[in-house]
């Protein structure tokens, strides 16, 4: 069954103190990754596109990069405004969401 | 920049009753989506649409019925609300079927 896992649900962390999330799946097929931002009680914002292992796409502090089996969404010095909840998603015919990690930068 | 508005952001129900939810978006964008999400759930998509009057069953379109009758225009209909069908609803349009999709804000449906 196509399955997308994010890791971990929740990540706090201190203002300037890097560190990556987790995006793995099982998706025979993938014709793309997607990675997007949610601020609370507003819609996911579209980060980057992925779509062959190897490849990284970089946006100020954020850096994806994608495998066979996964994609990480690497956090350099964070600051308070980073924090919101990432999501990712896999395209096969149709996007197949993960559940998000919820991040926190305390200043 | 893209805009999708949604004509509700909190709307409370009760079972029973018929529900209209309306996404526009003002790209001229050819696909629209409506989703919802709930705790712990990735997001679930409903229905999407690719033209005018056309639409396709999502992963979970029991419940539900659609209509876009404009191309800027997508609506979610519940027929008879219930009360699993408590969520939030996004919509979203793109302009290539497997491109970015770009989200409204959202609407909080309660049904009681």
């Known amino acids: 069954e196509d399955q997308v896992t994010q890791s971990p649900e929740a990540l706090r962390l201190q203002e300037g103190e890097s560190s990556s999330l987790n995006c793995s799946y099982t998706?025979?097929?993938?014709?793309?990754l997607f990675w997007y931002r949610q601020d609370p009680g507003k819609g996911p914002e579209f980060l980057f596109t992925?779509?062959?292992?190897?490849e990284e796409k970089e946006k100020e502090r954020l850096k994806a990069t994608l495998t066979k089996k996964e994609s990480f969404l690497h956090i350099t010095a964070p600051k308070p405004e980073d924090s919101a909840t990432y999501l990712c998603?896999?395209?096969?015919?149709?996007?197949?969401w993960g559940a998000g990690t919820k991040l926190i930068i305390k200043p | 920049d893209v805009k999708v508005t949604q004509s509700s952001r909190y709307l409370v129900k009760r079972t029973g009753e018929k529900v209209f939810l309306e996404c526009v978006q003002d790209?001229?964008?050819?696909?629209m989506f409506w989703y919802r999400q709930d705790p712990g759930l990735g997001l679930r998509l409903i229905y999407f649409?690719?033209?005018?009057?056309?639409?396709e069953k999502g992963d979970i379109p029991e419940g539900y019925s659609v209509s876009r009758e404009k191309k800027e225009r997508f609506s979610l209909i519940l027929e008879s609300a219930s009360t699993n069908q408590t969520s939030m609803y996004l919509c979203a349009s793109s302009l290539l079927a497997e491109g970015e999709q770009y989200f409204g804000p959202g609407t909080r449906l309660t049904v009681t």
């Open positions: 790209m001229d964008h050819e696909n």
């Open positions: 998706v025979s097929g993938l014709r793309g």
């Open positions: 998603a896999v395209l096969r015919y149709q996007l197949i």
């Open positions: 649409s690719y033209d005018v009057k056309m639409k």
């Open positions: 992925l779509y062959s292992a190897g």
